[in-house]
């Protein structure tokens, strides 16, 4: 780790009018997921990422997806080296936004962090449950930027032969541009071009599906519902378009018009005690 390997040496020496440098160095990439560090959308992503700068791998060692933000604060955490082609790879036995914190702690700071490629979409509410975006959301937390990637898998792995290009288009475009700080990013399997998109915030898709084990007994699935509806220029919407969507996210939830509309209904001037409550408090 630090050294000038023969990698980074041939990436110095070979032009490559992709690559970025920061400061004079190759940007700092790291590289995480939900799905674990095995799922070869990882590695698809991992491959990518390398024509931009310098590339470590921070995967958990077990699928984290639906995970969620989770932090693990109550015993402490194991990384280990763990060989993914080339690249410089760590497994760890947290969650998606573990990978995160010790990633950019091991490396002394990072320039971006990438999630993905999730098998799955992160489209519209999914976001909140998910072990993809809360390794970008982690990246932006910590001052840095996140971008997460998600396509859908049916039966079939998906072809990430067919997504290259296009995921090589959407890290050109995100990565070099840092204003954009945190950004969730949906391939159709099929694409046929990019477009900007909110987030669908109409329709939740949980559900809960009732089943039977061999012996009888209830059991529930959390699952999805398939939404037949899409408001134009929602993530849900582009990628049934076949487009990409890039959905730039900020961290402040803060509902300011109902804050503001709260402020005007309810004023509640500072400091001014509540009665019955001990003065002295
Ligand atoms: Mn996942």
Known sequence: MGALDIRTLRARLLPNPLRILVNGVPMRILVANDDGIYSPGLRALARAARQ??????FAPDVEQSSMGHAITHARPLRVRRTPIDDFDAYRVNGTPADCVALGIDAWGGVDVVLSGINLGYNLGNSIWHS??????????????????????????EPDFGRLDPYVTQVLSAL????????????????PTGLCWARQAVRHYDGRVVPDEDPMGRKMYWISVRPVEEVEEETDLWAVRHGRVAL??????LTDHEALSGARMRMPMPNGQPIEGAPADA
């Open 52 to 57: 931009f700068g310098d590339v470590r791998i």
């Open 175 to 190: 990565i070099p541009d840092t204003a954009l700080r945190l950004v969730n990013v949906n391939l159709p399997p099929q």
């Open 131 to 156: 072990g993809t975006l809360a390794a970008a959301k982690q990246a932006t937390l910590l001052g840095t930027r996140g971008i997460a990637l998600s396509t859908p898998t049916g039966g079939d």
């Open 247 to 252: 959905t730039p996210l900020r961290l402040d």
